[in-house]
């Protein structure tokens, strides 16, 4: 671990002075804690992190720590234990995992209450790399190393809950089952293909696509309750929501934040049934830098963007697939779209073949996995297969570094 002067986020490029906002709230940070993946994506963040971001930061008076991620959950482990009063903000010079592993570090903690207040960053380094790509949309910006470094704003971040018993998993980007996830997971046994590989399993997907049985249930945002049926409030599974769980295991959740405080119980619950293609729940627009499957979703709007589609023949499905690349799929009669505050998942087998159940993803991470699907590694899922998965949503917990 290094400590080194220099400076970033600022808002002129290549080494130009950076002026200090003078606004105590907004300014940019005084000492940073930067923490790089060097194996993320095409294991570039090292060349990034020296060529693009230090002379950023040497362009003013920041210091920053510079601390390498070693192993999986290593960002989680850091973020947990961190002296946060140290810095004033994390940056993650990496994909969006390590990120999302910072969450879940900070809201694992005692303190977790003013620890995720401490703001956040992200310089793409990784595959995926959705939150900088939304980020910087967001704002008009092009989409580039420099200008994720010139974030200068402290923006309030969603943070959902997934809950299912006693596992919490803390998620800010999305969670996905059916169609996205099978073609995420199952890819991997491809990756000697590099980035070709999902345009080339995403089309093997589509020739052979699946339909999966299962059931979800949500409370609509406000403009959003046409959608589905009424839901019987016995099939709301409240199992576990307000518990406080305190497990050694570093992948449960240990004392700290337990999810939302709201009470969903009076509010009234909306039902999907089955079979689905694919249900993808999306805290940001962008997943990746060439797919947003969310275009209104918004950073703090206390909201998921809920993309469900269930019967689309393979054709149009595919020209969907490509109109993922500028949002305009939500158009689409194929396709129900609407935004939730809360959500309940219970996956089913997939149809045809009843020994085979499907992938769910959130952030990247597995979280459950049904029998007869690919196995990526050897780590027992955080969640089992079948059972309702429930989702909330705290608005603005979190907090990121923002482009103006
Ligand atoms: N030194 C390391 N060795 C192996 N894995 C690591 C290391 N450091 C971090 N990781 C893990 O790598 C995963 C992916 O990291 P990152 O977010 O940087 O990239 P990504 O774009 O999400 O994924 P990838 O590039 O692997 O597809 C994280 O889950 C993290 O736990």
Redesign the pocket.
């Known amino acids: 671990m290094a400590e080194r002067r220099g400076a970033v986020f600022g808002s002129g490029v290549g080494g130009a002075r950076i002026r200090d906002s003078g606004d105590k709230d907004y300014g940019r940070p005084k000492r940073l804690f930067i923490l790089l993946?060097?194996?993320?994506?095409k294991r570039c963040a090292r060349k990034i992190f020296h060529n693009e971001v230090k002379p950023l930061l040497e362009a003013s008076d920041i210091l920053y720590t510079l601390q390498e991620?070693?192993?999986?959950?290593?960002?989680q482990e850091i973020a947990r234990k961190l002296e946060l009063l140290k810095f004033d903000g994390i940056v993650c010079v990496?994909?969006?995992?390590?990120?999302v592993?910072v969450v879940n570090g900070l809201l694992q903690r005692d303190d977790w209450d003013t620890a995720i207040k401490v703001p956040l960053g992200i310089v793409p380094?990784?595959?995926?790399?959705g939150m900088a790509k939304s980020l910087l949309d967001a704002v008009g910006g092009v989409y580039s190393i420099s200008n994720a470094v010139f974030a200068i704003i402290r923006a309030p971040l969603d943070v959902t809950t997934v809950l299912q018993g006693e596992a919490r998993f803390f998620s800010v980007l999305m969670l996905t089952w059916g169609f996205v996830a099978d073609v995420d997971i199952e890819s991997e046994k491809y990756r000697w293909m590099g980035s070709a590989r999902l345009d080339f399993y995403c089309f093997y997907a589509v020739m052979s696509l699946r339909k999966y049985h299962g059931h979800v249930q949500f409370v609509p945002a406000p403009g959003y309750e046409v959608y589905g049926e009424r839901a019987k409030q016995s099939e709301i599974c409240k199992d576990g929501i307000s518990e406080q769980v305190c497990r050694d295991d570093a992948r449960y959740h240990q004392c700290g934040y337990t999810g939302p405080k709201t009470s969903l119980e009076d509010l009234e619950w909306r039902s999907i049934k089955g079979p689905f293609i694919l249900v993808w729940l999306n805290n940001v627009p962008w997943s990746c830098e060439d797919a947003m499957p969310a275009p209104e979703a918004k950073f703090s709007d206390g909201y998921l963007d809920v993309v469900t589609i269930k019967d689309c023949p393979k054709s149009a499905f595919m020209s969907l697939l490509l109109k993922m690349k500028d949002g305009s799929h939500v158009k689409s009669p194929h396709v129900m779209y609407l935004k939730v505050k809360a959500f309940q998942l219970e996956p089913g087998q997939r149809v045809g073949s009843p020994t085979k159940g499907g992938i769910i993803d959130s952030d990247?991470?597995v979280i459950a996995r049904g029998e007869g699907t690919y196995e990526c590694h050897q780590q027992e899922d955080l969640m089992a297969y079948g059972p309702p998965i429930h989702l909330t949503v705290d608005k603005g917990l979190a907090t990121i570094f923002s482009p103006r």
């Open positions: 993946n060097p194996y993320g994506g991620t070693n192993y999986q959950l290593h960002a990496s994909g969006d995992g390590v990120l592993e380094a990784g595959t995926g790399n990247g991470e």
